[in-house]
């Protein structure tokens, strides 16, 4: 287990699920991914969360598979467990399960069918915390699938449960967002994360964000930008940042299919079956190869 007193930051990569060509979990493939992810540079794991198909798994899946993810990280680098649920019973179903068998923490999309309000909000994130002893992160999306958080009522959530105590944030426009936030919560928020595959990463790390989340097939491209950020040499991030840009625009797109045929091209899955409709065509194929080239120099395996 990681100290939650050391603030976390960097990127924090999502496997995808890998699935055999018959659509069954591939599990040889996830521990594959999971050393990638690790050998790449993350500086931690996030999974089971939207482009990981979370909700098309069975609840046996995602245990099974998060299980896997855990014991392969092996400690290596902290481990947030997704644990999103339709209600709150079953998001802390997940989370005591994923504490029992050792993540570092959770991360918790609001309740995405029926959505409960502010109060039932409350209760959800409370009843989380409750079930596991490392830090909980509020993602905050925008609807239909998110609920719109403002900066004061998660600043509300971060003083009054112990553990709630970094945000994804996704609310569009991202930037203004994290900004808004961060001045709005302070010192009681121990990191702004965010997604979107990092398109917009360098706005965000000039805003003080803590770390993105992207899909992980280019987790080493994204350590090397981060590392440069951070070391200084803010042109050199741009100039990583330049040459991934165009590819995770092709991923805007096409999503899931797009991340597995990265890593089914890098040697990392066998398959790049999925359960989101979505498919690349030969188009596609010739642009991802002509892409590719540009940011070969920043692979580490």
Same mark, same amino acid.
């Given at each position: 287990?990681?100290?939650? @007193?050391?603030?976390?930051?960097? &990127?924090?990569?999502?496997?995808?699920?890998?699935?055999?060509?018959?659509?069954?979990?591939?599990?040889?493939?996830? #521990?594959?991914?999971?050393?990638?992810?690790?050998?790449?540079?993350?500086?931690?794991?996030? *999974?089971?969360?939207?482009?990981?198909?979370?909700?098309?798994?069975? %609840?046996?899946?995602?245990?099974?598979? &998060?299980? /896997?993810?855990?014991?392969?990280?092996?400690?290596?680098?902290?481990?947030?467990?997704?644990?999103?649920?339709?209600?709150? $019973?079953?998001?802390?179903?997940?989370?005591?399960?994923?504490?029992?068998?050792?993540?570092?923490?959770?991360?918790?999309?609001?309740?995405?069918?029926?959505? +409960?309000?502010? @109060?039932?909000?409350?209760?959800? *994130?409370?009843?989380?915390?409750?079930?596991? $002893?490392? +830090?909980?992160?509020?993602? @905050?999306? %925008?609807? +239909?699938?998110?609920?719109?958080?403002?900066?004061?009522?998660?600043?509300?959530?971060?003083?009054?449960?112990?553990?709630?105590? *970094?945000?994804?944030?996704?609310?569009?426009?991202?930037?203004?967002?994290?900004?808004?936030?961060?001045?709005?919560?302070?010192?009681?928020?121990?990191?702004?994360?965010?997604?979107?595959?990092?398109?917009?990463?360098?706005?965000?790390? @000039?805003?003080?964000?803590?770390?993105?989340?992207?899909?992980?097939?280019?987790?080493?491209?994204?350590?090397?930008?981060? $590392?440069? *950020?951070?070391?200084?040499?803010?042109?050199?991030?741009?100039?990583?940042?330049?040459?991934?840009?165009?590819?995770?625009? &092709? $991923?805007?797109?096409?999503?899931?299919?797009?991340?597995?045929?990265?890593?089914?091209? #890098?040697?990392? &899955?066998?398959?790049?079956?999925?359960?989101?409709?979505?498919?690349?065509?030969?188009?596609?194929?010739?642009? /991802?190869?002509?892409?590719?080239?540009?940011?070969?120099?920043?692979?580490?395996?």
């Amino acid at each position: 287990m990681s100290d939650p @007193n050391d603030h976390w930051h960097g &990127i924090f990569t999502i496997p995808q699920t890998p699935f055999t060509d018959r659509g069954l979990l591939d599990v040889e493939s996830l #521990r594959r991914e999971i050393d990638f992810c690790i050998d790449a540079g993350a500086h931690g794991i996030v *999974y089971p969360v939207m482009v990981s198909e979370f909700w098309l798994l069975s %609840d046996d899946e995602r245990k099974e598979a &998060i299980e /896997i993810v855990v014991r392969q990280a092996d400690g290596r680098i902290p481990v947030i467990a997704g644990v999103a649920g339709v209600s709150t $019973e079953v998001a802390v179903m997940f989370t005591r399960f994923s504490s029992d068998i050792g993540a570092d923490g959770a991360i918790a999309l609001p309740p995405y069918v029926i959505k +409960p309000d502010l @109060n039932g909000l409350i209760d959800y *994130y409370s009843a989380v915390a409750e079930a596991i $002893e490392g +830090p909980v992160f509020i993602q @905050n999306f %925008d609807p +239909p699938l998110g609920s719109s958080l403002s900066p004061q009522f998660v600043q509300s959530l971060l003083l009054d449960i112990p553990n709630v105590s *970094y945000v994804k944030e996704e609310m569009m426009p991202c930037g203004h967002s994290v900004s808004a936030l961060m001045q709005t919560c302070g010192d009681e928020l121990h990191g702004v994360f965010t997604g979107f595959s990092g398109r917009w990463f360098i706005d965000e790390l @000039n805003r003080g964000v803590a770390g993105t989340m992207p899909a992980c097939q280019f987790t080493d491209v994204m350590v090397s930008l981060y $590392e440069r *950020y951070r070391s200084g040499n803010v042109e050199g991030a741009r100039e990583v940042h330049s040459k991934v840009l165009p590819l995770l625009s &092709i $991923e805007q797109l096409h999503g899931v299919v797009f991340c597995k045929e990265i890593l089914k091209r #890098r040697g990392v &899955i066998d398959s790049t079956f999925t359960r989101c409709p979505g498919s690349l065509d030969r188009h596609d194929a010739a642009e /991802i190869d002509r892409l590719m080239r540009d940011i070969e120099e920043f692979y580490r395996i």
